[in-house]
T-cell receptor
């Protein structure tokens, strides 16, 4: 199994809603990532978890809250988002360590109204 | 400069070869990566090259690395309509051991019949 699975594929939410994005991998990878991608732009790193601990937060606003319940799962909790947060949110995983390959999920396309 | 640089657009006829170029920033990068993103999808790791190699061939894909000029290229032989996508080159960010990648802006490849 070399897949990273993300749900939902599409999400529309209002600015007062609370929602969660989910990501799962069964490759035994110990590092998991959240990226944000605007149309026609490269992905931008948001968070990195390594061995289930948050190791990197790229100065992301607190309305985005990551959670890593176990080594296979990664969540991104959303609350009070702004329309400019509309984007493709990508989850990725890697074995852990230096210079290894990232495997990406197909993303959640988020629209904030 | 600090950015990984790529040309933004390439148009190629079906059956011809495509060459996508990238200039990276860190001469100490151990691996360099090429990712492919089709419309509405996540990023797919296409191929990668270790920094002690000059060339890597994988079926229709050839990666060339010029370390002196920090130049990376991806050649796709016999380009097919299914190769239409955005291609990102990426290098690990400096002083980082958890797979944080610096992506180029992406090259949109359009294959015409």
């Amino acid at each position: 199994d070399t897949e990273v699975t993300q749900t939902p594929k599409h999400l529309v939410m209002g600015m007062t809603n609370k929602k969660s994005l989910k990501c799962e991998q069964h490759m035994g990878h110990r590092a998991m990532y959240w990226y944000k991608q605007k149309a026609k732009k490269p992905p931008e790193l948001m968070f990195v978890y390594s061995y289930e601990k948050l190791s990197i937060n790229e100065s992301v606003p607190s309305r985005f809250s990551p959670e890593c319940p176990n080594s296979s799962l990664l969540n991104l909790h959303l609350h009070a988002l702004q329309p400019e947060d509309s984007a493709l949110y990508l989850c990725a995983s890697s074995q852990g360590g230096g210079g290894e390959k990232l495997f990406f999920g197909s993303g959640t396309q988020l629209s904030v109204l | 400069g600090e950015d990984v640089e790529q040309s933004l657009f390439l148009s190629v006829r079906e059956g011809d070869s495509s060459v996508i170029n990238c200039t990276y920033t860190d001469s100490s990068s151990t691996y360099l990566y090429w990712y492919k993103q089709e419309p509405g999808a996540g990023l797919q790791l296409l191929t990668y090259i270790f920094s002690n190699m000059d060339m890597k061939q994988d079926q229709r894909l050839t990666v060339l690395l010029n370390k002196k000029d920090k130049h990376l290229s991806l050649r796709i032989a016999d380009t097919q309509t299914g190769d239409s996508a955005i291609y990102f080159c990426a290098e690990p960010r400096r002083a980082d051991s958890w797979g944080k990648l610096q992506f180029g802006a992406g090259t949109q490849v359009v294959v015409t019949p």
